[in-house]
């Protein structure tokens, strides 16, 4: 089966520019969530998407937005980067609400 | 509100000694917990889940981690550790949050095997 993939490893952003950062899901699962991992911390769910549809969302600005497509690959987006924005995302698959996560390698984005 | 204390931030220990990593959240519901393992420059690998049944739960590499509802803990163990096994390492809780899955990790805990 084919894990999750996640592009691109890094990213170097200036302050107020737009970020795209995308996803492949794991085979077989229709749910996908990103998460912030800041230095020394753990990962804060972002939000999460099930068949397209936004539903559950952490304690993120609405700038941070994302987008799922029909064979559940997703996007998350970030506008008017600030500064803590820079950290590890990481995308995550699963089938079902009590199934455990499947994580991709992640995205290192510094913003500077 | 779902919290995840883990208790060390820094675990040190000799290569072949066991090791108990401390996990304890507060949860008002019920919550199935993970043990997550993250390498350097990689994403979280699942090591053991618990959702119903049997306590003691046990995951990939030889690690275990026992369930105890009274004192809301989940700690991980493993009765010899190699040196492979340095990494960091979380606890985390989930619920059904109005029909999604939310996740809550702890800040984690730095294992360092010594040779």
């Known amino acids: 089966e084919t894990g999750v993939t996640q592009s691109p490893t890094h990213l170097i952003k200036t302050r107020g520019q737009q970020v795209t950062l995308r996803c492949s899901s794991q085979?077989?699962?229709?749910?996908v969530s990103w998460y912030q991992q800041a230095l020394g911390q753990g990962p804060q769910f972002i939000f999460q998407?099930?068949?397209?549809?936004?539903?559950g969302r952490g304690n993120f600005p609405p700038r941070f937005s994302g987008l799922q497509f029909p064979n559940y690959s997703s996007e998350l987006n970030v506008n008017a980067l600030e500064l803590d924005d820079s950290a590890l995302y990481l995308c995550?698959?699963?089938?079902?609400?009590?199934?455990?996560?499947?994580f991709g390698n992640g995205t290192r984005l510094t913003v500077t | 509100a779902q919290s995840v204390t883990q208790l060390d931030s820094q675990v040190p220990v000799f290569e072949e000694a066991p090791v108990e990593l401390r996990c304890n959240y507060s949860s008002s519901v019920s919550v199935y917990l993970f043990w997550y393992v993250q390498y350097p420059n990689q994403g979280l690998q699942l090591l053991l889940k618990y959702l119903s049944g049997s306590t003691l739960v046990k995951g990939i590499n030889g690690f275990e981690a026992e369930f105890n509802k009274s004192q809301t803990s989940f700690h991980l163990r493993k009765p010899s550790v190699h040196i492979s096994d340095t990494a960091e390492y979380f606890c985390?809780?989930?619920?059904?949050?109005?029909?999604?899955?939310?996740?809550?990790f702890g800040i984690g805990t730095k294992l360092q095997v010594i040779p």
């Open positions: 998407y099930y068949r397209e549809e936004e539903n």
């Open positions: 985390a809780v989930s619920f059904n949050s109005g029909g999604y899955q939310k996740v809550t």
């Open positions: 995550a698959s699963s089938f079902g609400w009590n199934s455990p996560l499947h």
């Open positions: 085979s077989g699962h229709n749910t």
